[in-house]
């Protein structure tokens, strides 16, 4: 009973962040952060892409522990590749980059979407609790890219690629808030703990 009670205050405090805390904050922060002009990218495929994405991000934990954890601007994003030849962030900076970069192989640009999940933190450990995917539609298919990695399977719905992917394969998903590639809201749920 304890532990459901907590894990109900985690959901409802991560689903009010992300809702309604994160995007503004990360405005702000933006304001002070240096930036330069976004450039898109090229790359012959989506395979291209996923070959290339290692080499061109790195996953950093945001400071305490994510606990003050902010979007990067895509301004933000390009003057660190710009000037230190990377671009590091925790999940949901490294998903909202992928975001962008996977347009160009999109089926339509509303296939694109930036995926925040919330799984039982007793289950996984709290640091690994919450996590964001780009999650989008490519040949008739769904693709998953978690931080670097471009997952190889393809699914024949988004809510497949959701539930099947690496990392939510067998956890029951608490929270999960869809975003599209400009990190506009368009859709959250919770399930019902078991």
């Not at 002070?32 to 012959?44: E, F, M, N």
């Not at 994405?53 to 790195?58: N, S």
């Not at 809201?185 to 019902?192: A, G, N, P, Y």
Request: with cysteine; charged share 20%; hydrophobic share 40%.
């Amino acid at each position: 009973m304890i532990q459901r009670c907590l894990v109900a205050l985690y959901v409802f405090g991560l689903k009010t962040w992300f809702r309604w805390g994160k995007v503004p904050l990360s405005r702000l922060v933006d304001l002070w952060r240096p930036h330069l002009p976004w450039q898109q990218r090229s790359h012959a495929s989506l395979e291209a892409y996923g070959q290339w994405l290692p080499t061109a991000v790195r996953w950093k934990e945001e400071p305490l522990g994510g606990a003050f954890d902010t979007l990067p601007s895509l301004e933000y994003m390009e003057w660190q590749l710009q000037t230190q030849g990377l671009f590091e962030d925790d999940c949901d900076g490294l998903a909202y980059f992928s975001a962008q970069n996977v347009l160009p192989f999109c089926d339509a640009p509303s296939d694109c979407y930036v995926v925040t999940i919330a799984i039982n933190p007793f289950e996984v450990g709290l640091l690994r609790a919450a996590h964001v995917l780009c999650i989008f539609k490519s040949g008739g298919f769904w693709r998953v890219i978690s931080n670097d990695d471009l997952y190889p399977q393809r699914w024949s719905s988004l809510e497949e690629a959701l539930q099947e992917n690496a990392y939510c394969r067998g956890h029951q998903l608490l929270h999960v808030e869809i975003r599209d590639r400009d990190l506009r809201h368009l859709l959250s749920w919770r399930s019902q703990q078991t």
